[in-house]
């Protein structure tokens, strides 16, 4: 099993910046894919961007294309995200995800059922 623990959100003003990161831990050789995700009060979880977790290969949201970075440190088994140029509506608990079940990698990955292991979630906060 692969444990995952995010770290680094708070509050910022908007225009401001950010970096997430989450660690993995436990079976980390079988991770594929490693996501972010964020959920805001009374809405859905909606996808931020994904990795690779061996090439590397990057995939963002429409709504964070440019702003946001994602990248991972393999010898430190962490991913990070760097957020920058916030905005309010990016308000939102950010969960990291990994896909350890090859069964789950044909599925988007934009979509939260390719991923089997989440996070406890790390709150964002920005204010206008």
């Known amino acids: 099993q692969v444990q995952l623990v995010e770290s680094g959100g708070g509050l910022v003003q908007a225009g401001g910046s950010l970096r997430l990161s989450c660690a993995a831990s436990g079976r980390t050789f079988s991770i594929y894919t490693m996501g972010w995700f964020r959920q805001a009060p009374g809405k859905e979880r909606e996808f931020v961007a994904a990795?690779?977790?061996?090439?590397?290969?990057?995939y963002y949201a429409d709504s964070v294309k440019g702003r946001f970075t994602n990248s991972r440190d393999n010898a430190k088994n962490t991913m990070f995200l760097q957020m920058n140029s916030l905005k309010p509506e990016d308000t939102a608990i950010y969960y990291c995800?990994?896909?350890?079940?090859?069964?789950?990698?044909?599925?988007?990955?934009?979509?939260?059922?390719?991923?089997?292991?989440w996070g406890q979630g790390t709150q964002v906060t920005v204010s206008s």
């Open positions: 990795i690779s977790w061996s090439g590397g290969s990057t």
């Open positions: 995800a990994a896909t350890t079940e090859f069964r789950r990698v044909s599925w988007s990955r934009s979509s939260p059922s390719r991923y089997d292991t």
